[in-house]
């Protein structure tokens, strides 16, 4: 039972930490970065479809992106979803192939989207203390049901505070690294 929990509190955990991740990808450092525009989806067919899965999406260089669609239909279904989403970008359409050019960032925006990313950070590791105050909760549960001892109880929730640990600071090194390359572009 308590290798359970402790299996429990390490998925969710690294859940978590995924979700950070893909959010983080997503947020536009001046540098041109195909990860932007994984949120972004297209009307395919009547299928709200991710921008990868109908083009080729390229970085030729720093300051910008190329799509390519596989069928030229959805050029301008792909132009469209880049002009209503939130990433600040116009797209530039030649017939064949739509380009992204990233406008350098004032040094007052990257200090917006630094305290942002700082925000974002803190939000996951209240998460990541909420499923380790979850999983704790269900060991002293267990332990007063009789169903586990208090050893194996102190063995598990000094288990759980160390992966705790552990996930907190790869919060803290993937919040590092953006903020780096946020103020670095």
Do not use: C
């Not at 239909?73 to 990433?87: G, N, R, V, W, Y």
């Not at 060991?139 to 049901?145: D, F, I, N, S, V």
């Amino acid at each position: 039972m308590p290798e359970r929990i402790e299996k429990e509190s390490l998925h969710k955990m690294e859940t978590t930490i995924g979700v950070l991740r893909r959010e983080l990808a997503g947020i536009r450092t001046g540098r041109a970065s195909a990860g932007i525009l994984d949120s972004i989806k297209v009307d395919y067919y009547g299928t709200s479809t991710p921008i990868k899965q109908v083009a080729s999406i390229t970085v030729p260089d720093n300051r910008s992106i190329s799509i390519q669609p596989w069928d030229a239909a959805t050029l301008p279904l792909i132009e469209k979803a880049i002009q209503a989403s939130d990433i600040g970008i116009t797209p530039a359409n030649d017939g064949k192939i739509i380009r992204l050019a990233m406008p350098p960032l004032s040094g007052e925006r990257r200090k917006e989207i630094v305290k942002m990313v700082k925000k974002l950070g803190e939000d996951n590791k209240v998460a990541i203390r909420n499923i380790r105050r979850d999983g704790m909760d269900h060991a002293k549960k267990l332990l007063k049901a009789k169903e586990m001892s208090e050893d194996e109880e102190r063995k598990l929730e000094s288990r759980i505070q160390k992966l705790t640990n552990d996930f907190a600071a790869k919060v803290d090194s993937a919040i590092s690294d953006k903020e780096k390359e946020i103020l670095e572009s």
